[in-house]
């Protein structure tokens, strides 16, 4: 079955999916035709292909794989602040479901609601969770509006929120923020992974450019649209690029929301330098020894993630008991 660039071939036990132009793997950019095998079903890779189209599809599959770094991270910090809990988990921002998914296959025990405003995705999810027999233990909600999320007070034990905050406009990130707070319940977890350190001095995110995270918007908008060879349309709006994530965050700017919460320990400074986690080279050979001493200081002085000073937010809280 072939698509505009895309070419799906069911083999039985796996589908062969051809790209046939630059598209996004599984975590760079691939400039050549590329073929890839995949136990998805045809019929979510052709509902993939026509809402993904070629350039973004590869990475979509690879998103709900057990292959996916970000599942991974998460799977890590959670199995590092007590695990999955059993009872209700949020997968805020869900997307396709591949989150929640690797939740519901690491416990057995726990009803995950996963909500998005993205209604494509939702739609993709369900036929994905159908598909794998998980429809009744994962709910995908559309919202068009996530600053009033419909549960009531303290439904849930833990709330995970995968490389999200930075598609939120930062003037509605406190209300989204509030709401996380009341739903989650007490002794409930707070999951964040995957959001660009505004810290960091280098948006790989969105524009692959120096010094953006430290401008004022619109001295970053007019660098962008100039010098970004990511952003190769140079009449994109502020609010597109904040769409696209342009505005990641802080740990400090992210905690002040949370009062209640306290800083779960997740650290293990080896993990983060000797791992897939950290896969930039050279950040490993040049600022291996400075992040070190960061570690055992200030992140230790101050209670602090090592994060709140890497490229990529990660780290867990947890809401008081009073």
């Known amino acids: 079955m072939k698509f505009e660039e895309v070419e799906i071939i069911d083999k039985g036990s796996y589908r062969l999916v051809k790209i046939n132009c630059p598209h996004w793997g599984s975590q760079k950019y691939i400039k050549n035709s590329t073929e890839y095998k995949t136990e998805l079903s045809s019929n979510y890779l052709r509902q993939l292909a026509r809402y993904k189209k070629a350039k973004?599809?590869?990475?979509?599959?690879?998103?709900?794989?057990?292959?996916?770094?970000?599942?991974?991270?998460?799977?890590?910090?959670?199995?590092?602040?007590?695990?999955?809990?059993?009872?209700?988990?949020?997968?805020?921002g869900c997307g396709t479901c591949g989150a929640s998914?690797?939740?519901?296959?690491?416990?057995?025990?726990?009803?995950?609601?996963?909500?998005?405003?993205?209604?494509?995705?939702?739609?993709?999810s369900n036929i994905l969770l159908k598909e794998k027999h998980l429809d009744r233990r994962?709910?995908?909600?559309?919202?068009?509006?996530t600053s009033k999320l419909p549960f009531q007070s303290e439904y849930f034990d833990l709330i995970v929120v995968p490389a999200v905050i930075e598609h939120i406009h930062p003037i509605e990130r406190p209300q989204i923020f509030n709401e996380m707070n009341r739903?989650?319940?007490?002794?409930?977890?707070?999951?964040?992974?995957?959001?660009?350190?505004?810290?960091?001095?280098?948006?790989?995110?969105?524009?692959?450019?120096?010094?953006?995270?430290?401008?004022p918007d619109k001295i970053a908008h007019w660098y962008?649209?100039?010098?970004?060879?990511?952003?190769?349309?140079?009449?994109?709006?502020?609010?597109?690029?904040?769409?696209?994530?342009?505005?990641?965050?802080?740990?400090?700017?992210?905690?002040k929301y949370f009062p209640n919460m306290e800083l779960v320990n997740t650290d293990d400074?080896?993990?983060?330098?000797?791992?897939?986690?950290?896969?930039?080279?050279?950040?490993?050979?040049?600022?291996?020894?400075?992040?070190?001493?960061?570690?055992?200081?200030?992140?230790?002085?101050?209670?602090?993630?090592l994060s709140a000073f890497l490229k990529d937010l990660q780290f867990v809280l947890r809401k008081k008991l009073v």
Request: proline residues 5%; contains cysteine.
């Open 183 to 215: 739903v989650l319940n007490r002794g409930g977890r707070l999951e964040i992974q995957g959001t660009p350190n505004r810290l960091y001095p280098f948006d790989f995110h969105t524009s692959n450019l120096f010094l953006v995270p430290y401008m």
């Open 138 to 145: 994962i709910k995908p909600i559309y919202l068009k509006d």
């Open 224 to 255: 962008i649209r100039n010098f970004s060879k990511k952003i190769k349309n140079q009449t994109v709006s502020w609010d597109e690029l904040l769409d696209r994530g342009v505005r990641g965050s802080t740990y400090f700017a992210i905690k």
């Open 56 to 92: 973004w599809m590869v990475n979509e599959m690879y998103r709900v794989t057990d292959e996916s770094l970000p599942v991974k991270i998460m799977l890590d910090l959670l199995n590092r602040s007590e695990g999955i809990p059993d009872g209700n988990i949020l997968d805020f």
């Open 101 to 124: 998914i690797s939740l519901a296959k690491n416990n057995t025990n726990c009803i995950i609601y996963g909500v998005d405003t993205d209604l494509n995705k939702i739609e993709l």
């Open 269 to 305: 400074y080896m993990r983060i330098f000797k791992s897939e986690f950290l896969p930039e080279k050279f950040l490993k050979r040049c600022f291996g020894l400075p992040y070190y001493i960061i570690y055992m200081t200030i992140c230790r002085w101050f209670k602090l993630p």
